[in-house]
C-alpha cells in the first residue's frame, strides 16, 4: 500500500511553547490531508481537513488559532500545536487518500505522540 | 454521527472465529475497516463500496448492508497477528472523510 510518514514520532515540550508536527506522501501525491487526534482507549476524531494551496477546513469545536494546519506541497502537510497545554497530549495522526475518487483509500502515517509537561 | 461497533471487546482463542458490526444511523455511501495495534497508526484492511459488497483479505472478510446501513467484519480461523482494536469509519459525501466508530477490542490467545 501507499506510504505516509510522520515527523517526529515523539515530542515532549514544555507547556506554552509551540509543536510542529509534519505529515508526508512517500509514493504518491495528495491535495488532501486530514489530521485526527485519538486519547488514549478512544476513537480517531478527526480535526481538521488540509487543503493543498488554500485554508484548512476544522471540524467543530477545534480551535483553528491553536491547531494551524499548512499544506505547502502535494506531499506535505504541517500541523502546529500553539501555546500547547498538559490537555493537548495526545496521539496525532495524519492520513491522505491515494486519489481525488471519492472511494480511494486513505493510508494513516504512523502518528506522532504529544506529551506536554 | 458516529457509527456504533459491536461487541466493544471479544476474546478468542486462535483458530475461533468472530464477527464485529458496525451500525450507522445516517445513509452510508462507504465503509472502511481498520485494525490498530497499540501505539501504532491504524492500518487500511479493505473498503465497502456498495450494499452488498463483499470483500476479502485473507481470512478476514466484510460485509456492507446498504439498506440496513450496517457492515460487519468476519474473522475466520482468528491468529495471534488479528489480535487489536478494529475500527470501521464510514464515508458520506464528503471528500474523504470519515467518522469511526469507537473501536473493538480483540484479543486473540493460543
Known amino acids: 500500500g501507499a506510504v505516509v510518514s510522520q515527523h517526529p514520532s515523539r515530542v515532549i515540550c514544555k507547556s506554552g511553547t509551540s509543536v510542529k508536527i509534519e505529515c508526508r506522501s512517500l509514493?504518491?501525491?495528495?491535495?488532501?490531508m486530514f489530521w485526527y487526534r485519538q486519547f488514549p482507549k478512544q476513537s480517531l476524531m478527526l480535526m481538521a481537513t488540509s487543503n493543498e494551496g488554500s485554508k484548512a477546513t476544522y471540524e467543530q469545536g477545534v480551535e483553528k488559532d491553536k491547531f494551524l494546519i499548512n499544506h505547502a506541497s502535494l506531499t506535505l502537510s504541517t500541523l502546529t500545536v500553539t501555546s500547547a497545554h498538559p490537555e493537548d497530549s495526545s496521539f496525532y495522526i495524519c492520513?491522505?487518500?491515494?486519489?481525488?475518487?471519492?472511494?480511494?483509500?486513505?493510508?494513516f502515517g504512523p502518528g506522532t505522540r504529544l506529551t506536554v509537561l | 454521527q458516529q457509527p456504533v461497533q459491536s461487541p466493544q471487546a471479544v476474546i478468542l482463542r486462535e483458530g475461533e472465529d468472530a464477527v464485529i458490526n458496525c451500525s450507522s444511523s445516517k445513509a452510508l455511501y462507504s465503509v472502511h475497516w481498520y485494525r490498530q495495534k497499540h501505539g501504532e497508526a491504524p492500518v487500511f484492511l479493505m473498503i465497502?463500496?456498495?450494499?452488498?459488497e463483499q470483500m476479502r483479505h485473507e481470512k478476514i472478510s466484510a460485509s456492507f448492508n446498504e439498506k440496513k446501513q450496517q457492515s460487519s467484519l468476519y474473522l475466520t480461523a482468528s491468529q495471534l497477528s488479528y489480535s487489536g482494536t478494529y475500527f470501521c469509519?464510514?464515508?458520506?459525501?464528503?471528500?474523504?472523510?470519515?467518522?469511526f466508530g469507537q473501536g473493538t477490542i480483540l484479543t486473540v490467545h493460543p
Open positions: 509514493d504518491f501525491q495528495a491535495t488532501t
Open positions: 492520513s491522505a487518500p491515494t486519489g481525488t475518487r471519492l472511494t480511494d483509500t486513505q493510508y
Open positions: 465497502l463500496l456498495k450494499g452488498g
Open positions: 469509519g464510514t464515508g458520506g459525501t464528503s471528500y474523504g472523510k470519515l467518522t
